[in-house]
C-alpha cells in the first residue's frame, strides 16, 4: 500500500512485480529484512509507504507501466511522469514520455518543458 500526494490517496500494488520491475522499488520494499538470507522466511513491512510528494495520477501512471509496459499520458503529467522515471530509473518509460512529450509539445508548454530538462533530481 502507497498513500500518494497531499490527498493521502491509498494505492494498492503488489510487491513481487513492483520488485521485479524496478531496483528502486526493489531497495524501497526490502527495507527492513533483517537477515534476508539468513531468515528466507522474512517478509518485508506491508507499508503503507508515504509518498508525499508525487501526485496519485502520476504515480498511477508509473505503476500502470511496471504492469503493462505501456502507460497512458496526457500534457497535465507527461514531464511528472518524465521525472519520476528518471528518479525510479526506468529508461522504458522515460522514453515514452520523451516521445509524447516531441509529439505533443506546445508553446504554452515549451518553458515547463525547458524547466524540468534542466532542473536537477
Same mark, same amino acid.
Given at each position: 500500500t502507497? *498513500? *500518494?500526494?497531499?490527498e493521502q490517496? @491509498?494505492?494498492?500494488?503488489?510487491?513481487c512485480?513492483?520488485?521485479?520491475?524496478?531496483q528502486a522499488?526493489?531497495?524501497?520494499?526490502s527495507?527492513?529484512l533483517t537477515?534476508?538470507?539468513?531468515s528466507?522466511?522474512?517478509?518485508?513491512?506491508q507499508?503503507?509507504?508515504?509518498?508525499?510528494?508525487?501526485?496519485? =495520477?502520476?504515480f498511477?501512471a508509473? /505503476?500502470?507501466f511496471?504492469y503493462t509496459?505501456?502507460v497512458t499520458?496526457? !500534457?497535465? /503529467?507527461a514531464?511528472d511522469v518524465? #521525472? !519520476? !522515471?528518471?528518479e525510479?530509473?526506468?529508461?522504458?518509460l522515460? @522514453?515514452?514520455?520523451? @516521445?509524447?512529450?516531441k509529439?505533443t509539445l !506546445?508553446?504554452?508548454?515549451v518553458? =515547463?518543458a525547458?524547466q524540468v530538462s534542466? #532542473?536537477p533530481?
Amino acid at each position: 500500500t502507497f *498513500v *500518494v500526494g497531499r490527498e493521502q490517496q @491509498k494505492v494498492f500494488a503488489h510487491r513481487c512485480v513492483l520488485a521485479c520491475r524496478c531496483q528502486a522499488f526493489q531497495g524501497m520494499l526490502s527495507q527492513g529484512l533483517t537477515g534476508s538470507e539468513d531468515s528466507p522466511g522474512s517478509v518485508p513491512p506491508q507499508g503503507p509507504f508515504i509518498l508525499g510528494n508525487v501526485q496519485p =495520477e502520476v504515480f498511477l501512471a508509473v /505503476i500502470e507501466f511496471l504492469y503493462t509496459n505501456s502507460v497512458t499520458l496526457n !500534457s497535465r /503529467i507527461a514531464l511528472d511522469v518524465l #521525472t !519520476s !522515471s528518471v528518479e525510479y530509473g526506468l529508461q522504458d518509460l522515460c @522514453k515514452l514520455c520523451v @516521445k509524447f512529450i516531441k509529439d505533443t509539445l !506546445s508553446v504554452e508548454q515549451v518553458c =515547463e518543458a525547458l524547466q524540468v530538462s534542466v #532542473t536537477p533530481l
